[in-house]
T-cell receptor, first 114, second 111 residues
Framework: EAGVVQSPRYKIIEKKQPVAFWCNPI?????LYWYLQNLGQGPELLIR????????DSQLPKDRFSAERLKGVDSTLKIQPAELGDSAVYLC????????????FGPGTRLTVL | RKEVEQDPGPFNVPEGATVAFNCTYS??????FFWYRQDCRKEPKLLMS???SGNEDGRFTAQLNRASQYISLLIRDSKLSDSATYLC????????????FGSGTRLLVRP
């Protein structure tokens, strides 16, 4: 079974540029998560989707970050404009949904903002 | 104060040693508990769930003390391949399946 797929794996951009990350969850997983992980820290939730509905986006900086999951399958996370402090690993995870709370992570996108 | 606290380590141990990691959580509404393993520059992967009665998976034993809001992970007979960061994770059911990750404890197993 294929795992969570993310692209690109690495991205280097200059500050103030836009950037987008893509995630394809495990087939049949209704719940999708975007996390941010800084060096030496655990992942922090940015947004959680149940199918196409964003059910928890309280941690998403909405002034510059946006996300969508239009058909309830793959998802895109966008940053516009990027700032130096956005340099981090952006992880996507998926889960079959309640009552299962095990999450399966993709390999992440490592973003460097210069 | 972070909601899930871990000693960052690193714990540097010889092969064959027994090592224990501890984790405390502050939100009493936490209902599910896990240990995830994260290798360098890789994604986190579920190592094991933690049950109130304690559970064991081969060389790994996890324990939960709800009264003290404390979780532990014991690794016996350490292998070089156990070198990784171990993330303590809790699920706050009041936030509906929102996992809260600790910062992780780094383990280095030397030959």
């Amino acid at each position: 079974e294929a795992g969570v797929v993310q692209s690109p794996r690495y991205k280097i951009i200059e500050k103030k540029q836009p950037v987008a990350f893509w995630c394809n969850p495990i087939s049949g997983h209704n719940t999708l998560y975007w996390y941010l992980q800084n060096l030496g820290q655990g992942p922090e939730l940015l947004i959680r989707y149940e199918n196409e509905e964003a059910v928890d986006d309280s941690q998403l900086p909405k002034d510059r970050f946006s996300a969508e999951r239009l058909k309830g399958v793959d998802s895109t996370l966008k940053i516009q404009p990027a700032e130096l402090g956005d340099s981090a690993v952006y992880l996507c995870a998926s889960s079959p949904g309640p009552p299962t709370d095990t999450q399966y992570f993709g390999p992440g996108t490592r973003l460097t903002v210069l | 104060r972070k909601e899930v606290e871990q000693d960052p380590g690193p714990f540097n141990v010889p092969e064959g040693a027994t090592v224990a990691f501890n984790c405390t959580y502050s939100n009493s509404a936490s209902q599910s508990f896990f240990w995830y393993r994260q290798d360098c520059r890789k994604e986190p992967k579920l190592l094991m769930s933690v049950y109130s009665s304690g559970n064991e998976d081969g060389r790994f034993t996890a324990q939960l003390n709800r009264a003290s809001q404390y979780i532990s992970l014991l690794i016996r007979d350490s292998k070089l391949s156990d070198s990784a960061t171990y993330l303590c994770v809790v699920n706050r059911m009041d936030s509906s399946y929102k996992l809260i990750f600790g910062s992780g404890t780094r383990l280095l197993v030397r030959p």
